[in-house]
């Protein structure tokens, strides 16, 4: 049987700082978390923060996963590089853009126009994985 339309349910994130992520796409990104979970035999935890829209991201935490070695504020690498939110306005991109700076967060490019038609800037959440706010021209 073949399926007609698909989505992408989740995309899930290995971090060391549980809470402080949880806090960050909270705070930022109106991210709405689920109670924790918690698997005391495997020490598992995870959160599934809920997006408007439906995306939901994963965020969990174990003892024993080791830590990424690609550096992505420097140099992109294969494999999942980013995660973009998209905004209405060109000028949501600029306030998001101040808000996250004002926070501390370094904007590593932009705002700015890009040659596929959006508006956007990049950014570092707290575990270093790259975040792109956009806004399709």
Not at 21 to 34: D, L, R
Not at 81 to 87: K, N, P, S
């Amino acid at each position: 049987m073949k399926v007609k339309t698909m989505t992408l349910e989740h995309v899930a994130l290995w971090t060391d700082n549980l809470e402080s992520m949880k806090a960050y796409y909270q705070t930022h990104f109106g991210g709405i978390p689920n109670q924790l979970y918690n698997n005391p035999k495997t020490g598992f935890k995870s959160y599934f923060l809920t997006f408007k829209g439906g995306a939901r991201l994963e965020i969990m935490q174990m003892e024993g996963i080791p830590q990424n070695s690609n550096d992505t504020k420097e140099k992109q690498h294969l494999g999942l590089i980013h995660l973009a939110f998209g905004v209405s306005s060109k000028k949501e991109v600029e306030q998001k853009a101040i808000e996250l700076k004002d926070a501390g967060f370094e904007i590593l490019r932009g705002p700015r126009t890009t040659g596929d038609g959006y508006y956007e800037f990049e950014t570092l959440d707290p575990d270093g994985n790259r975040i792109e706010i956009t806004y399709k021209l």
